[in-house]
């Protein structure tokens, strides 16, 4: 029902333009095209609507009797405004209804200047992608882990020793491990030298590569026996992937984040606005340049919108009153003084409402005449 009714409303025009219905029956005599639809009622509203329509109401009885119903239903929709809405809330429609032709009639021009224009997006798309290329790549990604302690009142010296111990430890392991590497690769350079590397493939097939596979990962373990975060139990692991923020961002521990370069890497102790947090770097994927084929819907909605935008102004431009303007103000005085006059007292007695608000990106279009304007302007 609230589709049809929104489907009908296009065709009134303005609500309470046509006559109010009484009670209705459900027969209609010969002089209504339905019950509470006169015949003069039903021109106007198909006189305001697409010729192409008006041309399948002609031959398809279907579609004519769907027009009708809908008709009925807006008829309706009329009835209860009329009826339930005080005075003030049908002037604010009235203002509001022709605000919108207003906006309807703008878009229509700002359409029809890019249509005779008819730019090729494509081209012009291609032309700032090659013109700032540098600006199209993906943000860089990555996974970390942390081991986290929060603030506690009184308490903030005594965390910081404890994070700094923490990090000791894991830095004497990083070098155990740097130390244990470098012993490795000297030792298959030695082996290569001598003619030995198919003796110690072999030694180390053997064994399985014990010593790899019982090395502990003490950052996994510190998280889990000191951590306060959530994920303390995976060993400070978070599998989220964080973005590389596009522009300066104030947060102490994001930026230590992503200053982390290679895969298990850790960063100091850092201080951040909930407590102190030491990162690890678990995975990431570096940034790249994007084809012109990824970024191309992109580029070409903003030149669009930006068409769009510069049309609107050049509209809004060419439909300036001149400063010069001669204005026969007693005239407009006296004119704008009957119609004050006619309207109800009642009225009167309100507050001076603020305009509607239009809704425009594209500069300051000229309002539809009966839009009301706030007092002192």
Same mark, same amino acid.
């Given at each position: 029902m609230n589709q049809m009714i929104k489907r009908a409303c296009c065709w009134g025009g303005a609500l309470f333009l046509v006559p109010v219905l009484?009670?209705?029956d459900t027969q209609a005599d010969s002089d209504s095209i339905a019950p509470g639809i006169a015949a003069p009622a +039903?021109?106007?509203?198909l006189?305001?609507? +697409?010729?192409p329509y008006l041309g399948k109401l002609l031959a398809d009885p279907a579609a004519r009797r769907d027009f009708v119903q809908q008709y009925y239903a807006f008829q309706g929709l009329e009835q209860r405004a009329?009826?339930?809405l005080s005075a003030a809330e049908k002037e604010r429609i009235t203002v509001e209804l022709e605000l919108r032709r207003s906006e309807i009639l703008r878009d229509a021009m700002i359409k029809h200047a890019l249509d005779t224009r008819n730019p090729d997006i494509?081209?012009?798309a291609r032309e700032r992608y090659q013109v700032?290329?540098?600006s199209y790549k993906t943000r860089r990604r990555i996974k970390i882990a942390q081991i986290f302690i929060a603030r506690k009142p009184g308490q903030d010296e005594a965390i910081r020793q404890q994070m700094a111990g923490i990090l000791k430890q894991l830095e004497e392991d990083n070098l155990r491990h740097y130390q244990a590497a470098e012993a490795r690769r000297k030792a298959a350079e030695n082996e290569k030298a001598t003619g030995t590397e198919a003796e110690s493939a072999q030694t180390e097939a053997e064994t399985g590569g014990d010593e790899k596979e019982t090395e502990k990962d003490l950052f996994a373990e510190l998280a889990k026996q000191y951590s306060e975060d959530v994920n303390a139990q995976l060993g400070g692991f978070d599998s989220r992937w964080l973005l590389q923020p596009t522009r300066e961002i104030k947060d102490p521990v994001a930026n230590a984040a992503f200053e982390l370069l290679q895969r298990g890497e850790i960063t100091g102790v850092i201080e951040g606005p909930h407590g102190y947090h030491i990162l690890r770097l678990m995975d990431y994927v570096p940034n790249r340049q994007q084809t012109f084929d990824e970024v191309r819907n992109d580029i070409m909605a903003t030149i669009k919108e930006q068409l769009w935008a510069e049309q609107g102004r050049e509209l809004t431009e060419a439909l300036q009153a001149p400063r010069n303007l001669a204005i026969n103000d007693e005239l407009a005085q006296q004119v704008i003084a009957e119609v004050y006059k006619a309207r109800d007292p009642a009225l009167k007695q309100l507050e001076q409402p603020s305009a509607p608000a239009a809704e425009a990106d594209d500069g300051d279009l000229p309002a539809a005449p009966g839009a009301a304007m706030p007092a002192g302007q």
């Amino acid at each position: 029902m609230n589709q049809m009714i929104k489907r009908a409303c296009c065709w009134g025009g303005a609500l309470f333009l046509v006559p109010v219905l009484a009670q209705v029956d459900t027969q209609a005599d010969s002089d209504s095209i339905a019950p509470g639809i006169a015949a003069p009622a +039903f021109r106007s509203v198909l006189e305001r609507n +697409f010729t192409p329509y008006l041309g399948k109401l002609l031959a398809d009885p279907a579609a004519r009797r769907d027009f009708v119903q809908q008709y009925y239903a807006f008829q309706g929709l009329e009835q209860r405004a009329e009826q339930q809405l005080s005075a003030a809330e049908k002037e604010r429609i009235t203002v509001e209804l022709e605000l919108r032709r207003s906006e309807i009639l703008r878009d229509a021009m700002i359409k029809h200047a890019l249509d005779t224009r008819n730019p090729d997006i494509e081209a012009l798309a291609r032309e700032r992608y090659q013109v700032g290329k540098d600006s199209y790549k993906t943000r860089r990604r990555i996974k970390i882990a942390q081991i986290f302690i929060a603030r506690k009142p009184g308490q903030d010296e005594a965390i910081r020793q404890q994070m700094a111990g923490i990090l000791k430890q894991l830095e004497e392991d990083n070098l155990r491990h740097y130390q244990a590497a470098e012993a490795r690769r000297k030792a298959a350079e030695n082996e290569k030298a001598t003619g030995t590397e198919a003796e110690s493939a072999q030694t180390e097939a053997e064994t399985g590569g014990d010593e790899k596979e019982t090395e502990k990962d003490l950052f996994a373990e510190l998280a889990k026996q000191y951590s306060e975060d959530v994920n303390a139990q995976l060993g400070g692991f978070d599998s989220r992937w964080l973005l590389q923020p596009t522009r300066e961002i104030k947060d102490p521990v994001a930026n230590a984040a992503f200053e982390l370069l290679q895969r298990g890497e850790i960063t100091g102790v850092i201080e951040g606005p909930h407590g102190y947090h030491i990162l690890r770097l678990m995975d990431y994927v570096p940034n790249r340049q994007q084809t012109f084929d990824e970024v191309r819907n992109d580029i070409m909605a903003t030149i669009k919108e930006q068409l769009w935008a510069e049309q609107g102004r050049e509209l809004t431009e060419a439909l300036q009153a001149p400063r010069n303007l001669a204005i026969n103000d007693e005239l407009a005085q006296q004119v704008i003084a009957e119609v004050y006059k006619a309207r109800d007292p009642a009225l009167k007695q309100l507050e001076q409402p603020s305009a509607p608000a239009a809704e425009a990106d594209d500069g300051d279009l000229p309002a539809a005449p009966g839009a009301a304007m706030p007092a002192g302007q």
